[in-house]
């Protein structure tokens, strides 16, 4: 029988756990605040930051959103990187990426305080990852993570393939994985675009892990019995339905669910833990603020 991996049941217990943490917060009139950033049309991005602010809203940390028009000048952006540095109130800040074409991505990253980057995408934060002294886990490597210690995957000895090399999962979810800790110890393989084989590396696997942005690229085919597969894909695909798409992750789940042990179904897989991670992130955040201890799930 293949465990199918409920990350949406994973995610709502440690969002249980994070309103417990926040409750002893509020004991000492400090709320967690996160401020969201948006410049951009993109209806991805548009639904990814209303399901952001949503799930603070739920969980009891002050949302603040702001939008900026796509076509304003970079500065705009900054500068409200700035506003948001200095305010008290504003814990964690996330701009929602991809900005425009005229706006330096990595200005954006280095501007943010490193002590609100909730992404923990800051030079200063991935180089206190690699070192094994992390500040702020990245949120969609970090869920990956607490996904596999929920179905009881230990990585630790473990051959792990990861395909795709994204700032954003790919290599921090590396690095996550090698670290000499618990939920880490794994040997670690970054598969990408330029991959000669990447069915050869995914066949000997004992945990694929795929975020690559390609829709159903890795089948049952591809790999071994008994893994455990983890799915970070979201892809919008044409389909005769109301919105006239459906997601679809970067594994074709019928033909892998043969194989696996266990394997993250999309939606409702990864999706959820990135979202409770960020708010794990400003949660944490607000605790080192205000000196005030909580317990982190
Ligand atoms: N765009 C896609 N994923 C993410 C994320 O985790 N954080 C931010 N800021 N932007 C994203």
């Known amino acids: 029988m293949t465990t199918i991996i409920d990350g949406k049941a994973v995610a709502a217990e440690i969002r249980a756990d994070l309103a417990a943490s926040i409750e002893t917060l509020a004991d000492a009139d400090v709320t967690p605040g996160l401020a969201t950033v948006l410049m951009s049309d993109d209806g991805a991005s548009e639904t990814y930051v209303s399901m952001k602010q949503r799930a603070c809203e739920e969980v009891g940390i002050n949302g603040i959103h702001i939008e900026i028009d796509p076509e304003a000048p970079a500065e705009e952006l900054y500068a409200t990187i700035d506003d948001l540095n200095a305010d008290p109130e504003v814990h964690g800040i996330l701009v929602q990426l991809p900005v425009p074409d005229h706006v330096d991505k990595r200005e954006v990253i280095r501007r943010i305080d490193p002590a609100k980057d909730v ?32 179905t009881d995957v230990d990585p630790e000895g473990k051959d792990v393939v990861i395909v795709g090399r994204s700032d954003i ?26 991959t000669a084989d990447l069915a050869a590396k995914t066949k000997q696997a004992d945990i694929v892990i795929a975020a690559v942005g390609v829709p159903e690229l890795i089948d049952g085919s591809m790999l071994k019995e008994g893994v455990t597969v983890i799915d970070v894909g979201v892809n919008r695909v044409d389909a005769d339905t109301e919105k006239g798409y459906k997601l679809v992750g970067d594994v074709e789940f019928e033909s892998a669910k043969e194989k696996a042990a266990a394997i993250t179904p999309v939606p409702g897989g990864v999706g959820p833990m990135t979202i409770a991670m960020l708010l794990y ?14 317990d982190l799930p």
């Open 119 to 150: 992404d923990g995408f800051h030079p200063e934060n991935i180089g206190r990852l690699v070192a094994g002294d992390p500040l702020f886990k990245p949120c969609t490597p970090h869920g990956v993570q607490k996904l596999l210690e929920a």
């Open 169 to 194: 999962v790919g290599k921090p979810l590396a690095n996550l994985l090698i670290q000499k800790t618990d939920g880490g110890n794994a040997t670690v393989t970054v598969c990408h675009s330029r």
């Open 281 to 294: 992130n400003t949660v944490k955040s607000a605790s080192l603020d205000a000196d005030v201890a909580v």
